[in-house]
């Protein structure tokens, strides 16, 4: 169920590409598939287990298309929850704080020529800090609920 339409239709671009659908994705020592922009909570991730672990790791290649070179990139997330460190081609673009706010980031110098990789390495410490938390806990009862980490918005970018 992977999510195609434009996220912003107010601000429809004419080229812009979804990077929705199938990521790497690491936590404690174990590496699996995931299915973005749904949360390893979720089902519709296909993982849709609880886990511990309170840094996660997404990855994915992908290759910039030929008319888009010369031009200004943007990348783009939706929401991350709760902080995130982007990296593209090893190279750290971008890092925000704040699991409900959209971020984006200029990531043309950090391109290659062909193949291309983002790593965002999440970190969401839950009920156990500060951040804003809405009714989310680690030990879900009573009116709150278990706990949602991670990539939970359309990630595309745009020239």
């Known amino acids: 169920m992977m999510r195609e339409e434009y996220p912003r239709p107010e601000f429809v671009r004419e080229k812009w590409m979804s990077l929705n659908g199938c990521w790497s994705f690491g936590y404690g020592s ?10 390893c909570q979720s089902k519709l991730s296909g993982i849709g287990e609880r886990i511990e672990e309170d840094h996660v790791v997404y990855e994915r290649k992908f290759v910039i298309p030929s008319d888009w070179k010369e031009k200004v ?18 190279r750290e673009a971008a890092k925000h704080t704040g699991g409900y706010l959209p ?28 951040h804003a938390k809405g009714k989310q806990k680690l030990k879900k009862g009573g009116m709150f609920y ?10 595309w970018m745009e020239y």
């Open 103 to 130: 971020f984006s980031a200029d990531i043309t110098e950090y391109l290659g020529k062909a193949s291309n990789e983002i790593l965002a390495a999440v970190k969401d410490l839950s009920d156990t800090s500060y």
């Open 146 to 155: 278990t706990a949602q980490s991670g990539i939970w918005q359309t990630v």
């Open 30 to 39: 174990k590496k699996t598939q995931i299915e973005v922009p749904f949360v």
């Open 73 to 90: 990139i943007l990348l783009h997330f939706g929401a991350v929850d709760q902080s995130c460190r982007v990296y593209v081609n090893g």
